[in-house]
């Protein structure tokens, strides 16, 4: 025994297979990517302007793009088996190192040079421990190998950017000169990472497991909107305040309109659109998966991170004793919540048009109205205008729920049949665990 070596004795990784769901580790896993949107949205928050939004998009987008190598490795071998959760404890800790630098990515290049350096060694070592993970488990297929070579020169030249953007901008002089080449060497790093995915096409890639794929991006889409749900309940202050009828009420309509956002996805699209990303096959069913999940995606949890600062503002204004009810709002908050909403419905839009080849006129409905309400809005109090946004919500919810009722009813009726057919299968696999005499004492 003392000549195995310690994946050996933790045992081997093992290969998903086409029917492989997501395991607990997975879940796990995620919580720190929840913590990573919540250090996002706080960063954002403390002072929002044009410039703060596109920085917290571009960390956005360089996140977004390590959870889809993540979710790629993912597709490749089981997480929570033999030697891997060992290996992906680093990846955490990686993960987490490069969500608390976040805050500093973008703040004074002198006084924070510590935080971009560690974001960009975090990036290094979490990118490092996939790479090494996909070249072991693909030590069989020397294709599979050649395919990750080509994709190197991402890793590399990416690496390379955050570098840059850590140690360049502390040598310029000039503050806005400064400031200007660190956006720039980000926005090249974003355009690198998702037009390599573009230029690279689905060749050589194999989607083993549509549902492990498709229910591992639905969990992390609830996620953020749960995440969306904490910053409010937080940045609102509707902890550090005296329970009120307000604040309670500002509560409940942010439920409610969140709530409802969960609706227009989960209800029917995401179901008809893993019930599309299964009957795909071979490079259709790649590229399906690459522009429905990584990129439209995107959009959507982008929109969930603006409505959720949006949302912030108006909360908080509405919980704010010393803010008389009837006075309009003031700041960024109306924009930023029906921009955000708009946001996450284009996203949910092109996600379904993708996986479906369908497009409701609902939602385009919706769109307009929310566009035309956010002049409106800006004049209305606060809690008039998070009441206008949660009615536009819920009437989209109940009208489609009228409209496509015989859709609806016919897709909730084969996602139910193959529910059941599921838990029968393994109910009937695990009566062996009952097999023997009822009055058997156990051994």
Not at 3 to 21: C, H, K, Q
Not at 32 to 37: A, D, G, H, L, T
Not at 133 to 162: D, M
Not at 236 to 260: C, Q
Request: charged share 15%; aromatic share 10%.
């Amino acid at each position: 025994m003392g000549g195995y070596r310690w994946w050996e004795r933790m045992g081997p990784a093992v290969a998903v297979a086409p029917g492989t769901r997501v395991d607990r580790f997975e879940v796990f896993f995620d919580l720190v990517f929840v913590f990573s949107f919540f250090i996002i949205t706080r960063a954002t928050a403390v002072d929002i302007t044009g410039d703060s939004l596109l920085h917290g998009m571009l960390v956005l987008a360089v996140l977004w793009w390590v959870w889809v190598v993540h979710t790629v490795v993912a597709t490749r071998v089981r997480l929570g088996v033999g030697f891997v959760p060992a290996l992906m404890v680093v990846a955490m800790a990686a993960l987490f190192c490069f969500a608390l630098s976040l805050p500093q990515a973008f703040g004074d290049p002198v006084r924070w040079a510590v935080g971009p350096v560690v974001l960009a060694v975090s990036y290094v070592v979490l990118r490092g421990v996939h790479l090494l993970l996909y070249w072991h488990v693909a030590g069989e297929s020397p294709g599979e190998r050649r395919l990750l070579l080509k994709y190197s020169p991402e890793l590399v030249t990416s690496t390379l950017l955050l570098l840059g953007a850590a140690f360049i901008p502390p040598l310029i002089d000039d503050p806005g000169w400064a400031d200007l080449v660190r956006d720039g060497l980000w926005i090249a790093v974003v355009l690198l990472q998702y037009g390599a995915g573009l230029v690279a096409n689905a060749w050589g890639w194999v989607l083993t497991s549509a549902e492990h794929w498709t229910e591992r991006y639905d969990f992390i889409l609830i996620i953020a909107l749960g995440e969306s749900i904490i910053s409010v309940g937080i940045g609102g202050n509707l902890l550090g305040e005296p329970v009120t009828w307000r604040g309670v009420t500002a509560a409940v309509l942010g439920i409610f309109f969140t709530a409802a956002l969960w609706w227009t996805h989960f209800d029917m699209i995401a179901p008809a659109a893993r019930i599309a990303q299964h009957a795909a096959q071979g490079r259709l069913r790649v590229a399906m998966a690459r522009d429905v999940y990584a990129y439209c995606q995107l959009v959507m949890i982008g929109g969930i991170m603006l409505f959720a600062l949006g949302a912030e503002e108006i909360v908080g204004q509405i919980a704010d004793g010393s803010i008389n009810l009837a006075e309009p709002t003031h700041g960024p908050g109306v924009p930023l919540l029906f921009g955000g909403v708009i946001c996450y419905l284009c996203g949910g839009m092109l996600f379904q048009l993708r996986a479906l080849g369908t497009l409701s006129w609902t939602r385009v409905g919706t769109v307009l109205v929310l566009a035309a309400a956010i002049p409106l809005a800006t004049h209305l109090p606060a809690m008039a205008a998070l009441s206008l946004l949660t009615a536009i919500c819920l009437a989209l919810v109940a009208i489609e729920m009228v409209v496509m009722a015989d859709a609806r009813r016919a897709l909730h009726k084969a996602v139910f049949e193959e529910k059941t057919t599921y838990e029968k299968h393994e109910a009937d696999w695990r009566a062996r665990w009952h097999e023997g005499a009822p009055d058997e004492k156990p051994r």
